[in-house]
């Protein structure tokens, strides 16, 4: 807030030379007077909402909208969808993921036009690289790169959800938890939807395995978007299985937290907090063409041998793209 | 053709009278009766009060003589009241419906029987699929003794609709209700100075407005449909959320802590959160209500999240918490 003070407003006086600290002293004021005001506000027993709000008259413009926004979401004036989405929020940190997207990870994201731009439709990638970067980086490709933008939901792996803030921040920027029920009700609200079918045999492999797709579970993912009628759109992302190299296991430790696995990595637990930074590995994702799923009809679900197929080609589709963009990306960190 | 002849149980609570002053006033029901031991919470015109337990077998003899055609089960007891120990909530609950459920062996008049169950059934889980529809009790095990017992409850009327092809028994699982005239676990928690949430968790609860809550049951009685229907408003809401709505600040609790921390609590008289309230703080649970909506015709006018606004609205006048000025009366 008191940053904000400082770069937008205020009034400017004294020469050039003298700005910075004038600057900092308006900055400085600012927040006085805010803290002055809210103090005087609560004193006269005035709730922390009201108080705060009040205290903003004295900020300038730019920071009493900020305050005026974090004073509507004290109130619990946001929306939140039935999923616990909430978009505001994943607006708000949007510039974290960016920059994760633009500076960290260097994103390259090809085939965004296989991405229906409305309706329903099923993603599916490979997953890697033991926390869900993966899902986030799909959703900014397609927040980013797609002439119609919206926000994919994702499937998570379970064992996120019994985590504290991880479960919180999951649902308000769009995961829920990886059951079939969830995926079938999203989609027949025409919602985009990304699956990881490989989940935790994908996102838990050792480095050595780095980009050999697993089984793709019982083809759960293909019954669904039968049953929908929701095209399958197989999405390859290179770049995910350098971020944390596993190259091993703490079992006890895993079932001590009740996680299904407790990675080591160079620098994780090593690091300590500090090993959870993904490395800044180079990355490249790409939609393939769209399965139709609709010319099957919804009975065909029961029809293993299709299942299995469909499956199969997805797996496959994305097995080959993978390969590509692993040549075409070059070296991992460059 | 003659109208319809109806039991209550659980009359003395807020909904079960509710319940019986609209009926006594629908002309379509000839006869109203109440069971309960308990005085009702609103003045009743014409319902013939039956002053007896539940639990007690000579309920088997005064049902059967009433010759009523509908029972309504209004008796299954989410909290436990002052000076119920949960022994005794478990014996209302499970006993009290086994008792029902032979009175109505007895009678043969039993053509309905409507229960306010729970959609405590589910449990709070955090691997739950985010609604649950009316197939999926069993996804989880059972994992409290609320839980258990609203199971075993809709065993038996299972068990018995299945023994009498010609009653039809509709199981409306409610998700908890909120209202400004209500006494609710989620009422008495909305109405603490400071609300304890589990640090870290945000979950999505949904949640009943009173007035839909009455009206569910009311349109369950008229329009009975056969097995289990979720009861719920519309969407969802974030914990947090529902306490900002409120007007409340929340206090984060390390979840470690929060089991401790509330029995402290509950042994200073300040409040009581079951078992059952505290896996629905940290995990929360949302119903499909598809049921509702397209089997039994009923659209609850108040969403989750209007409920608690209504809620909040009509608590306004009075923010200071009533816990604490219980406290303070001490």
Known sequence: ?????????????????????????????????????????????????????????????????????????????????????????????????????????????????????????????????????????????????????????????????????????????????????????????????????????????????????????????????????????????????????????????????????FPVTPTFPLLGPLGAVPLPSRWRIEFCEPIDTSEYGPDAAADRGLVFELSERVRETIQQKVYENLVARGPAFL | MAGRRVLITGVGSYVGSCLARSLERDPGFEYVAG?????????????????????????????????????????????????????????????????????????????????????????????????????????????????????????????????HPGVTCTMLRYQPAIGPSLDSQITRYLSLPVVPTYLGFDPRLQLIHEDDALDALVAAVHKPVRGAVNVAGEGTVGLTRMVRLAGRPTLPVVPALFGPTAGVAKRLGLLDFSEDFRRLLRHGRGVDTTRLRETVGFHPRHSTVSAVQDYSRKQGGRRIAPVLRQVMAR
């Open chain 1, 1 to 261: 807030m008191t940053r904000e003070a400082r770069t937008e407003g205020g009034p400017r006086f004294g020469g050039d030379g003298a700005r910075p600290e004038a600057e900092a002293g308006v900055g400085a004021r600012g927040a006085l007077a805010f803290m002055r005001r809210l103090r005087e506000g609560l004193e006269a027993g005035v709730e922390l909402p009201e108080a705060l709000a009040r205290g903003a008259a004295g900020l300038p413009r730019g920071a009493r909208e900020r305050v005026a926004a974090a004073v509507r979401r004290l109130e619990g004036e946001y929306q939140e969808d039935e999923w616990g989405f909430d978009e505001e929020f994943a607006d708000l940190v949007e510039p974290f993921f960016g920059f994760l997207y633009d500076r960290w990870w260097r994103v390259t994201a090809t085939g965004l036009g296989n991405v229906p731009s409305h309706g329903r439709a099923l993603l599916v990638a490979n997953h890697a690289g033991i926390l869900p970067w993966d899902g986030t980086m799909i959703a900014m490709s397609i927040l980013r790169g797609h002439p119609l933008p919206r926000h994919p939901r994702f499937l998570v792996l379970n064992w996120a959800f019994d985590l504290p803030w991880i479960s919180t921040v999951l649902r308000k920027v769009g995961g829920v938890v990886a059951s079939p029920y969830n995926a079938l009700r999203l989609l027949e609200q025409d919602h985009l939807v990304a699956v990881f079918p490989e989940g935790v045999k994908g996102a838990g492999k050792d480095f050595k395995d780095r980009y050999r797709l697993q089984r793709f579970g019982r083809g759960g993912f293909v019954e669904i978007a039968l049953r929908t009628r929701a095209p399958l759109v197989p999405t390859a992302v290179v770049g995910s299985e350098e971020i944390y190299p596993k190259v091993g296991e703490l079992p006890l430790l895993s079932r001590l937290f009740g996680a299904p696995y």
């Open chain 2, 35 to 163: 069971l309960d031991t308990r005085k009702p919470a609103r003045d009743l015109e014409r319902t013939d009060l039956i002053e007896a337990d539940i639990r007690n077998a000579v309920i088997s003899k005064l049902i059967p003589n009433t010759g009523v055609d509908t029972v309504v089960h209004n008796q299954i007891v989410r909290r436990p009241g002052p000076g119920m120990s949960p022994r005794a909530m478990h014996d209302i609950n499970v006993i009290g419906s086994l008792q029902l459920l032979a009175a109505c062996e007895k009678s043969d008049s039993v053509r309905t029987i409507v229960i306010r169950g729970s959609a405590g059934v589910y449990g709070s889980e955090p691997h739950a699929p985010q609604f649950f529809d009316e197939e999926m009790t069993r996804l989880f095990p059972p994992r409290t003794r609320f839980q258990r017992d609203v199971a075993e409850i809709e065993n038996y009327f299972e068990t018995y609709s299945r023994r």
